[in-house]
């Protein structure tokens, strides 16, 4: 059974694939992503009780790859800290923010400040944000707001978070709580480097070929997103000489944010692998064609993590030269120490 040394195989393409590299190197020196966070989730001491809610697998794991801009709406609009806690009543369209207590409402104030503040983010160039969960001001989904009977649901938005991502629709966004899920984490992270990488293309000057480039990279990762969506962004490059330079760059970034939203799915990437594994038909023995079919499809029973076949498949790629998939980001979108494809 050729399962019984696909591990020994697996160790003998980890070590050759540690010569497998991008054009773009994952260091803490040369690739900091920027994104926003709440504060309390850097140990920061802000929130109403006078503590802080940090999460170490944010500082001290991501934190090696990214920039973090500490925001915390409460203390930055004017609440001191410690605080009567606050809370959101009414409508969940549109929330009011009041403290538990004394039934004061700081809506106003603090919608204030959320816009301005939006505007000065701007500036900042943000890649995505990690909100609070379940915060009244901070929450990106799923917040407790009371109706009329002083009974809780969970249906609303934090107003900073609601303000944020009105102003920002295209940014990742998720909240530390979701970002324990293995698929959502390897998602949003996947995405704050994609749009990273874009934002470097933004800042040269634009030109139809280093859009070519920047897309024909990336084709695989897009089309582990959405293969339609993926169909979208190849017709609007290979039209590219039919739009002005600005409008282009517009379009294919829309659609570039859009397809980076929608999460992949085993299927999608059994769907890639087996894409991949064509540009070997003519290369590989039997012996391999059938140890590589077998992996993917033990990948796609979820016997087997993603890591494993994108290994397999990155050790052909050196064995044989493979060029185009050589410069595939699919094949390595994010740090490998984060071990984002390590689930199954």
Known sequence: MILSTLYSTIFNVIILTKKFHHKVEFTAMEFKVKIGISSCLLGEKVRYDGGHKWDRYLTDTMGKYVEYVSVCPEVECGFSVPREPLRLVGDPMSPRLMT?????????????????????????????????????????????????????????????????????????????????????????????????????????????????????????????????????????????????????????????????????????HTNVLFHMMGYFKDLLSGDEKQELSETINLYHEEHLPLIVPITLLKHYVLKYDQHYLKMQYYLEPHPLELGLRNHA
Not at 115 to 121: A, F, G, P, Q, S
Not at 165 to 194: Q, T
Not at 225 to 251: F, Q, T, W
């Open 100 to 268: 538990v207590n004394t039934g004061q409402d700081h809506t106003d104030q603090m919608l204030v400040w959320a816009r301005k503040r939006v505007i000065e983010l701007e500036q900042e160039a943000l890649c995505g944000f990690i909100f609070k969960s379940n915060s009244p001001s901070s929450g990106m989904a799923r917040v407790k707001i009371y109706d009329k009977n002083n009974v809780p649901v969970k249906r609303a938005v934090g107003i900073f978070a609601g303000v944020f991502m009105e102003h920002f629709p295209l940014l990742p966004v998720e909240d530390e709580g979701r970002l324990h899920d293995s698929c959502l984490r390897e998602n949003f992270i996947e995405s704050i480097f994609a749009l990273k990488r874009w934002r470097e293309l933004l800042a040269q000057e634009p030109r139809r070929g280093r859009l070519v480039d920047f897309h024909t990279r990336h084709k695989l990762l897009l089309l582990s997103h959405s293969p339609k969506l993926y169909g979208m962004m190849g017709a609007l490059v290979a039209h590219a000489k039919d739009y002005p330079m600005n409008d282009l760059y517009d379009r294919y970034q829309d659609l570039f944010l859009k397809t980076l939203r929608l999460k992949t799915t085993v299927k999608k």
